[in-house]
């Protein structure tokens, strides 16, 4: 894998509850400051007249080899939340991870 085109420094999150297991409680913590590749993504709208009634966008994103990387956990570029869907593991000497993620929307509290 070339560094050259690891060009974005993102942040992968894991989630951990209060300790009373509420889930309104927990916290984000980062797990890893990673250098990474956005590969392109795609993005879908409904709309009804002049109102957008769902958006989703999907992405991808290129990391070198990282075994840990869970379903449960977010990825931040820049101001930009997104869910881990899953994690693709590489076998060789240029291993890397492609993480796909689905885009959280904005206003869902995800800071």
């Not at 050259?4 to 916290?27: C, H, I, M, N, W």
């Not at 109102?51 to 449960?72: D, G, K």
């Not at 076998?91 to 995800?110: C, K």
């Amino acid at each position: 894998m070339k560094a050259g085109k690891l060009d974005r420094r993102v942040e992968l999150q894991s989630f951990a509850l209060g300790t009373d297991g509420d889930p309104t409680a927990g916290t984000w913590t980062v797990e890893a400051a990673v250098w990474a590749e956005r590969m392109d993504g795609k993005g879908t709208e409904r709309a009804r007249g002049d109102m957008v009634q769902a958006a989703e966008a999907t992405q991808a994103y290129r990391i070198r080899y990282r075994a840990s990387v869970l379903p449960t956990w977010r990825l931040r570029d820049g101001s930009q939340f997104w869910n881990i869907v899953a994690a693709s593991e590489g076998r060789g000497r240029d291993d890397e991870t492609i993480l796909l993620v689905d885009r959280l929307d904005p206003n869902d509290g995800a800071s």
